[in-house]
């Protein structure tokens, strides 16, 4: 099976998809990465879906990436003692450590790290972003705050702190566990939640010594500050717009998807920008307007990925959600116009190891080239082959399954297992046959290639090569 598109679709397994006929239907429709959402579901369940995910691949003969979704900490207030309090603008509100149950006055705040980290004008977000408070006071164990935004405040409710850098780690015990439970099961991608700084990335990937690509979500605004930093320790990165929306101002998150989407496309790590694409179709068979328009301008911005979240996690149409983003992306690319909306902000490389990746990508801008065919151990070639956007679809082979299954996610890319070549003569013989096997080009038509010397040694490559795709032997 190939994808006739370029932009690739993220679909969140949950109770309304974790079926393993509604995993085959689901990659059927487009699917090509399953998130697995680790803030919901025990380990037994993952490791189901997970099992059916691979077998699925089988059945549609294609790669299917997995990406485990780690929760992070989650911030949240205390209890009442007399159920949810009515607080009102302007009023007084303290936030403590004393874990007696709250009332219209006060509430225990059981995360010291934000008591310590309050200072006065900081703001205080409540219930994903209902309430709003804005500190007055802040001392060991308490912050004094005023209500500018009032509403009902039940127990449990999150927490959010836009403009203070909170002193702890992203990766919360249960994490860690899930962490080391979703590398036993083999998953190809790994995103953290609530990055802060680029510290947070170099921990991620001290633990995961290689085992998974990492992927960091930026739902936090402390992380635009230092996006370079994170993103330069980052095998790939999420737009999480839906708790990036609930500490910006709405007007600000289109802009700060923006400058991901370029920082991004600069590096050459795939970018998906996730949360509420077709929310309607959770319950609805069709998406509003406005949100098919949401997921066309993530493909004219030229990101990797869009994703489903409830939609097909727990609503009513998965099957239909997939479906109705694959025809949304194909439609897109249709459009004349695409090319020169998506390539309007194409990156400018100057990297000497990719002058001869760019080299590639210009000269498949002739009419005449049907195919690009990366060799590549990692994936590192093939990623920043598409980088550079090219309209050709690029056939990635690498002798490792594991790479393979990355490389689902990333732009164009259509990764296949492949045996290491050894010589010259294996490398075009094996591109042109294979090109050829997935209709990537027909008998005759040209197809460029770029691997790199020594085969198999990791690094940047160095050899392009012209070839045909072969006509087929007449028996006599």
């Known amino acids: 099976m190939i994808r006739a598109r370029r932009s690739r679709i993220v679909a969140t397994i949950g109770p309304a998809s974790a079926s393993p006929e509604m995993i085959v239907k689901l990659a059927k429709a487009g699917a090509d990465v399953f998130r697995l959402n680790f803030s919901h579901g025990a380990h037994e369940t993952h490791a189901a879906v997970y099992a059916a995910i691979r077998a699925a691949e089988a059945v549609v003969a294609r790669p299917l990436g997995i990406l485990a979704d ?39 705040l059981p995360h010291p790290e934000i008591l310590t980290a309050m200072k006065p004008g900081a703001t205080l977000l409540l219930d994903d972003g209902k309430l709003r408070m804005t500190v007055t006071e802040a001392g060991p164990g308490y912050a004094n705050t005023t209500v500018v935004n009032g509403g009902k405040l039940s127990e449990r409710k999150g927490v959010a702190v836009p403009d203070v850098i909170i002193p702890m780690s992203p990766l919360t015990p249960k994490d860690r566990e899930d962490l080391a439970f979703a590398l036993r099961l083999g998953v190809d991608w790994i995103a953290l939640s609530f990055v802060q700084a680029p510290e947070d990335m170099a921990e991620l990937r001290r633990i995961v010594e290689g085992r998974a690509a990492v992927l960091a979500k930026i739902e936090k605004p402390q992380a635009l500050q230092t996006l370079g930093p994170i993103l330069d320790l980052c095998d790939g990165v999420m737009v999480a717009r839906g708790d990036l929306g609930v500490e910006m101002a709405p007007e600000e998150v289109p802009v700060a998807q923006k400058e991901i989407l370029r920082a991004a496309r600069e590096r050459g790590i795939p970018v998906i920008v996730a949360t509420q694409m077709l929310e309607s179709m959770t319950n609805s068979p069709t998406p509003t307007r406005a949100e098919a328009s949401d997921v066309a301008n993530a493909v004219y911005e030229g990101a990797d990925a869009v994703m489903l979240s409830a939609e097909s996690a727990a609503g009513d149409y998965p099957e239909e959600s997939v479906a109705m983003m694959n025809r949304i992306i194909e439609r ?50 093939a990623r920043r082959l598409a980088r550079e956007r090219p309209l050709q679809p690029v056939l ?60 198999g040694a990791p690094g940047a490559a160095n050899l392009l090569r012209l070839a045909h795709a072969p006509f087929p032997v007449r028996k006599r």
Not at 81 to 94: N, T
Request: hydrophobic content about 40%.
């Open 70 to 108: 780690l929760q992070g900490p989650k911030l949240r207030v205390g209890k009442f003692a007399d159920g949810p309090v009515q607080l009102k603008p302007g009023q007084a509100f303290r936030f403590d450590s004393d874990p007696t149950p709250g009332d219209e006055t006060r509430v225990h």
């Open 332 to 381: 897109v690319e249709r459009d004349p116009r695409w090319p020169e909306l998506m390539q309007a902000e194409q990156p400018h490389v100057d990297e000497d190891a990719d002058v001869l990746v760019v080299a590639a990508a210009g000269a498949a801008k002739s009419g005449s080239t049907k195919c690009l065919v990366a060799f590549t151990t990692t994936g590192a070639t």
């Open 396 to 455: 990635a082979l690498s002798p490792k399954i594991e790479a393979v299954r990355r490389m689902a996610l990333v732009w164009g890319v259509e990764p296949r297992v492949a045996a290491q070549p050894d010589s010259l003569e294996v490398v075009t013989t094996d591109a042109a046959a294979r090109a050829l096997e997935l209709d990537l080009a027909k008998p005759g038509e040209r197809i460029l290639i770029v691997a790199g010397t020594p085969f």
